[in-house]
């Protein structure tokens, strides 16, 4: 009998041993997350902040992006660019079903969100000639176009002389023909400074600004101050001419620098151009992307295989 009890003993003693044994593989394979009750996992045992950010923060998420080409005319004439080519132009957009997009829409696209319509271009015209008046917006008209102006404020109007001198001027498009233009919906007018673009050989003295850039002599505050009442000017009166919001810049012969760039920024210009060929690229969510915008110059010699190339 008492060797009977032992055999049983022995059994049970073994029959634990299993059990623990089992027990312990068990939770070697069980998740800690299970394991520690989930949310309340103790803190040496959460997962880490780097592993669960990259699914968790949206702020990682990259933003829809767009490459828009932005195409630069000037004047339009038998001498410069032809009437005939632009018209060329135009009808290489249409053809090629390209939609052209304003400013705003390209805001909305970069500040909410917004979609662009398929195979967007932006069209732009610089220095506020007045054959962008007589010749660009007929057509614009006529193909469903829109287009944006850079005026410089004060040249705008002057269709025989150079502001108040005796010198010849190419002529230029008044306030009351941009509005009209910006009435019509397909027209937004922005500015080219007021003038900081100014033709040396016409200007007096040797204090002249050919481009928005400071003068060598001239201390960060004086150029500071200069700006800001050159561009409030210009936003003024094309605002007073237009009743619409002026907030785009097109650099005068595509100079700047950084100060330029952060005096505009502080006075509310929410898009700034060059002239460096490129298409700009415009992503969702990243207002940076509206700054030193690139552009295609469409010149005299601009070929069409050219132009499809830029716009493609």
Partial sequence: MAKQNKTSGRRLLLLLAVIAAALCAAAVLLDPLDMFGGSDLPEAKKPSSESSQQFSDPVQAEGVSVQVPILLYHHISEDTLTQEQFQTEMQLLKDGGYHTVSFDQIFDFVEKGTPLPEKPVCLTFDDGYLSNYEIAYPLLKEYGMK???????????????????????????????????????LVSIQSHTFDMHQWAPYEPGDRVRNNILRWKDETEEEYTEALTADFSKSREELEAATGKPVNV????????????????????????????????????????????????????????????????
């Fill in 147 to 185: 287009a944006t102006f850079f005026a410089i404020g004060a040249t705008v109007g002057n269709t025989e002389h150079y502001k108040d001198t005796e010198f010849p001027i190419t002529p230029h498009y008044s306030y009351e023909q941009a509005k009209e233009m910006s009435d019509s919906g």
């Fill in 249 to 312: 810049l097109a650099y005068p012969g595509g100079q700047f620098d950084a100060l330029s760039e952060s005096v505009l920024r502080s006075l509310g210009v929410k898009a700034t151009l060059t002239i460096q060929p490129g298409k700009a690229k415009l992503t969702e969510g990243e207002p940076e992307c509206l700054y030193l915008m690139n552009r295609f110059y469409v010149q005299p010699d601009t070929t069409e295989e050219a132009f499809l190339e830029w716009i493609s």
